[in-house]
Structures are given as structure tokens and as C-alpha cells.
Nanobody
Framework: QVQLVESGGGLVQAGGSLRLSCAASGRTFDTYAMGWFRQAPGKERELVASIHWSGGSADYVDSVKGRFTIARDNAKNTVYLQMNSLKPEDTAVYYC?????????????WGQGTQVTVSS
């Protein structure tokens, strides 16, 4: 089993920054990738950013490219999401998730979520 605990959400004005953290514990040695998802009210959950756990390569949804950066610290089993130039449309609950297999796109474990609110 894996436990994921997010922190770092909050209220920020447009143009501001926040850094989310997600600490993983339990069976993490066979992690393939970790990702940050978000879900706004009335919208579907979307994958915002993901990072390959071993190699460190990252992918982003177009709407956050150039503003958000995902990073990981393997020694601490922690993944971060640095969010800069925040916009009101970034308001959502953000979840971190862990993916075990490179053969399946499914994420297997989820954190409890952290609220990010960007005021205009």
C-alpha cells in the first residue's frame, strides 16, 4: 500500500505563486511515475503534470506550460508542483497520484487533495 499526503494549497491572488508538496510512504520502490491532477467544480479531473520517477522527464497540460514545474526528490519520496503566474482558472482541488506501471496509464494511489484558490 501507498499513502500520499499533499500540502501547500491555499488562497493566492492572480499572478502569485504556490508550491504543493506530496509525500509518499509505504511501498514506493516500484513507482513508475507521479502526477498532479486537479478538479474544478463542475469540471472533469485533468492531469496537470506528471514526472517519471527514475528519469525525471516531465509532461504538462498545455494550459500550465511555462507556469508550473513538477519536480521530485527521490530520497524524500516527495513530489512538488511549483505554480507561478497563477490565474483564477487554476482554482481547483489538486491531487497527487502515483502510477505503478509503465504498461498502464492508470494511477493507482491518490492523495486526499488540497484546495488552491486564485482570486482575481
Amino acid at each position: 500500500q501507498v499513502q500520499l499526503v499533499e500540502s501547500g494549497g491555499g488562497l493566492v491572488q492572480a499572478g502569485g505563486s504556490l508550491r504543493l508538496s506530496c509525500a509518499a510512504s509505504g511501498r514506493t520502490f516500484d513507482t513508475y511515475a507521479m502526477g498532479w491532477f486537479r478538479q474544478a467544480p463542475g469540471k472533469e479531473r485533468e492531469l496537470v503534470a506528471s514526472i517519471h520517477w527514475s528519469g525525471g522527464s516531465a509532461d504538462y497540460v498545455d494550459s500550465v506550460k511555462g507556469r508550473f514545474t513538477i519536480a521530485r526528490d527521490n530520497a524524500k519520496n516527495t513530489v512538488y508542483l511549483q505554480m507561478n503566474s497563477l490565474k483564477p482558472e487554476d482554482t481547483a482541488v489538486y491531487y497527487c497520484a502515483l502510477r505503478r506501471s509503465r504498461f498502464s496509464p492508470d494511477y493507482n494511489y491518490w492523495g486526499q487533495g488540497t484546495q488552491v484558490t486564485v482570486s482575481s
